[in-house]
């Protein structure tokens, strides 16, 4: 026996011994077969590794949009593989790699011995290339939502399946084909997937290009692609290139002049361009589409069979939508010649002077400017980059120290004159600068140690952000040419100028009578201007007048023929269920009254303010107006910061409330309708992999004004066009509305056919971003010539099928043919034809918000 000749205490220990050694020879045996019960992949599903699926978008006719996918790749052999590259990867994650079957035994020995032993965190890794990469051929559990107790067991059972795929991988394929494997699988970030991607993403040129400074920062990013990333953490990535260099050093691939010289250059990410939405047609309306997508797929009634969510990046979905390529294009260029126009007006207009400071009287004004530029500032990547190299080793202690503290800059700046005694917390809570919440958190932080250091490293960002910003480097910036940019010297503050001072669009056209979106532009140039305008608020101006006239008409009977006095009116405090509470006067746009007589159709065609107050003191409340537009898709009861949006004040009528393009294109859509309202859509059906239909849209409708007042509200529109489109060369049978607000920051055209409603919006992104003259900033100058381009080559192209013969329909009930007879109102005074007379030699920006020389 073993323990003959062993006393008693000895006998123990070793039966203890061998009890340990038995136990863990089946506990190893036990979570071996767990591994192998668990699913480990056959051989099979190793040569077949199930990649993610991209999913594809549609146009109406069946032709592809654009994509989602996780894996933006090219797959590179391991013959086409850069040399730098497989050389920092070796000498870096595995210079063992040749040596091993998969799993390096002796690394494993040196991780365990420098981290439990020698309690060296520092000791490195112990995986191999071919363990690397079967983490990403396989989804690992997340050990964060498992106890204490069982974490240990299952990081065991991980590792050794690992080992177990690992030596699988290395019976399947070569030595080579697992580190191009291993290379072309790796997810370098910012949508740059596989090392061919990541070449392109962060220096712009193909990865057999590379330089070994720059295989060495992609290389290190391989330990943590975030943390050691050159866009946003540049000195880390720094330090981690180095460390790569460092090791081809230390095993011969580098002499020690070459590796000197190398570590003293910076990382040059000068021609860094991440994947972007704008790799295809209409960027702004994919963009929203994801966001929609999203939203959508969380309804627990689309599922996989598994019953978990689809994942539009991952699923291969088949999203068929209502926008046509066609329309698109033709939208696009007619946005593009407009604007380029328009822009060219603008800086002709504001030369030799500062919209920051035009016509800001109070200081509180030129303020909110400068905190829009600077809000732009702090957006910027090269202000981020900055801020992440200097504070935020500083942030992330006071984070850790504070219970989740975060500093803002609005915050930052508070405080500092909280320190100085300017202002206290109270202040900075009532203005929402900081939370209530973090009121106690924050007074500590002021008392401790790590304000100071904070400070001092925000002054040192301070002065470095003003001296990068306020130095003229190489740049590019947006241009209105065939690449949509140029290249240029300039500080980058004149470059956040420059594009804060370029005007926008939105232009959006629908299908009449089935609500189908078919084209989308969101805005200038998607890539230097990435806020859609589809769906921002901003004020509607006199485009809202038309549902004020329909529901003068339906509800109210009031004759389109019916003259009123253009003279100014006024609602008082008690008039009708307006409940003011004080007098409401406005003006018109012009700021003068003629005196005379107009019908509703000249009332509308002049847009006179005079007369639409008029209609709604006729009415007696604005309730009516909040109806029609509530079924006509503006939501009355919709609120933000608990305001509603469509207000219960009579100013509503003259476009004072804040409604989106979508909401007043859909409105308009109404009228093109016979006065049927369709709620506006995009997308048809959703199709998985298999071609299963997991979505499909019903069309929202209600009837919201009779046909008979409906098509008189048609005519009134086709009677602010008349003669002005045919000239442009335009056939389709067309009304409209134009739109202007104060000081001439918007500028809508929304226009109807029997086949398409288009509307158009333009203006600043900030308000001050303007044209100073009614002549040059009303809608009709601004917005209503994209309507017309679009139109025009929509027209023109056979291959579109763009009926511009259709005619809109007529109601059955001829009484409209009374009610549009304004023959018995044609006599003019002579007192009447002499004050028409004298207007006609008024200037024109000083008179009629629409009339211009083309009409005239």
Not at 98 to 119: C, E, N, P, Q, Y
Not at 127 to 145: G, H, M
Not at 226 to 245: I, K
Not at 433 to 457: C, G, M, P, T, V
């Amino acid at each position: 026996m073993l323990w003959k000749g062993l006393n008693n205490k000895e006998q123990f220990f070793v039966k203890i011994l061998w009890s340990l050694v038995f136990l863990s020879l089946i506990f190893v045996i036990g979570i071996f077969i767990s591994i192998s019960r668990s699913g480990l992949p056959t051989f099979e599903e190793l040569e077949n590794p199930d990649y993610n699926l991209a999913s594809l978008i549609y146009d109406c006719k069946g032709r592809e949009l654009g994509k989602y996918y996780y894996e933006n790749r090219v797959n590179i052999s391991y013959d086409s593989l850069n040399p730098y590259l497989v050389q920092s990867l070796l000498a870096t994650e595995d210079a063992r790699f040749f040596k091993h079957s998969g799993v390096d035994l002796m690394a494993v020995f040196r991780v365990v011995t420098k981290t439990f032993i020698l309690r060296n965190k520092n000791a490195g890794g112990g995986s191999t290339i071919t363990q690397q990469l079967s983490k990403l051929l396989f989804e690992r559990p997340d050990l964060r939502q498992m106890s204490f107790f069982t974490r240990p067991f299952h990081l065991i059972k991980i590792k050794l399946k690992e080992w177990m795929i690992a030596i699988k991988l290395e019976k399947r394929y070569t030595k080579e084909e697992i580190i191009a494997m291993y290379l072309n699988k790796f997810d370098f970030i910012y949508g740059a997937h596989g090392v061919q991607a990541a070449a392109r993403v962060y220096f712009g040129k193909d990865q057999n290009d590379l330089s070994l400074v720059e295989s060495a920062v992609l290389i290190g990013m391989l330990k943590n692609p975030s943390y050691f990333n050159p866009v946003r953490h540049f000195e880390n990535s720094t330090e981690r290139r180095n460390v790569v260099l460092y090791q081809l050093n230390d095993y011969g691939d580098l002499s020690d002049e070459h590796y000197e010289s190398l570590i003293k250059l910076p990382i040059d990410i000068t021609n860094f361009n991440k994947a972007r939405y704008d790799d295809g047609p209409a960027p702004y309306f994919r963009m929203e589409l994801t966001k929609w997508l999203k939203k959508t797929l969380q309804d627990n009634k689309i599922r996989k069979p598994d019953g978990s969510e689809y994942n539009i990046y991952t699923d291969g979905l088949k999203i068929y939508t209502t926008l046509d390529i066609d329309y698109q294009k033709y939208a696009e260029q007619a946005a593009f010649d407009q604007m380029k126009e328009l822009q060219r007006r603008y800086w002709r207009r504001w030369k030799g002077m500062d919209p920051m400071t035009y016509e800001a009287e109070e200081p509180f004004q030129i303020e909110s400017r400068k905190q829009s530029v600077e809000s732009k500032v702090i957006n910027s990547e090269r202000y981020q980059r900055l801020k992440n190299r200097i504070l935020n080793s500083i942030l992330v202690q006071i984070n850790e120290e504070f219970d989740g503290l975060i500093l803002t800059e609005k915050a930052t700046k508070g405080l500092i004159d909280v320190k100085n005694g300017n202002k206290n917390l109270e202040d900075l809570v009532s203005a929402k600068i900081i939370n209530q919440n973090n009121k106690s958190k924050i007074f500590d932080l002021l008392n401790h140690r790590l304000w100071k250091e904070y400070i001092a490293q925000w002054n040192i960002f301070q002065s470095e952000k003003n001296k990068q910003f306020n130095s003229k480097v190489r740049m590019k910036v947006f241009a209105f040419n065939s690449k949509l940019e140029r290249d240029t010297t300039m500080t980058p503050m004149d470059s956040i100028m420059y594009h804060i001072r370029h005007l926008q669009t939105g232009v959006l056209a629908m299908e009449s009578g089935t609500g189908k979106i078919k084209a989308w532009v969101g805005g200038t140039a998607f890539k230097y201007f990435k806020f859609d305008h589809i769906n921002n608020r901003r004020q509607v101006g006199s485009t809202f007048k038309p549902i004020v006239y329909a529901t003068a008409m339906s509800v109210q009977g009031i004759s389109p023929c019916q003259e009123f006095d253009d003279i100014p009116y006024s609602i008082i405090p008690g008039e009708g269920n307006f409940g003011l509470e004080e007098v409401w006067s406005p003006n018109n746009t012009t700021e003068f009254f003629t005196g005379n007589k107009y019908n509703l159709y000249h009332g509308l065609l002049y847009s006179k303010n005079s007369i639409t107050v008029k209609l709604v003191k006729e009415m007696g409340n604005i309730e009516v107006v909040r109806d029609l537009a509530d079924n006509m898709g503006i939501d009355k009861n919709r609120m933000i910061n608990g305001k509603l949006l469509l207000p219960k004040v009579p100013s509503i009528a003259l476009g004072s409330a804040d409604i989106s393009l979508m909401e007043m294109t859909g409105a308009y859509g109404t009228f093109s309708n016979d006065g049927v309202f369709i709620s506006p859509y995009f997308v048809t059906h959703i199709e998985d992999k298999n071609g299963k239909v997991i979505y499909t849209h019903i069309p929202e409708q209600k009837r919201a004004l009779n046909p008979v007042y409906n098509y008189i509200m048609v005519d009134m529109l086709k009677n602010n066009m008349a003669g002005r489109f045919s000239m442009y060369d335009v056939k389709s049978e067309i009304g409209g509305k134009t739109g202007t607000t104060n000081d001439f920051a918007d500028g809508w055209f929304i226009s109807v056919t029997p086949e398409i409603v288009v509307g158009v919006w333009t203006g600043g992104d900030d308000k001050w971003v303007r044209f100073y003259t009614l002549e040059e900033g009303q809608g009709y100058t601004t917005a209503r010539p994209i309507v017309q381009k679009f139109l025009s080559r929509l027209e023109k192209d056979k291959t579109v099928n763009f009926n511009y013969k259709k005619r809109f329909k007529i109601p059955d009930d001829k009484s409209y043919l009374d009610l549009i007879d304004c023959r018995k109102y044609k006599y003019v005074r002579p007192d009447v034809e002499r004050q028409q007379s004298l207007e006609k030699n008024i200037k024109r920006d000083e008179f009629e918000e629409e009339l211009n020389e083309e009409f005239k």
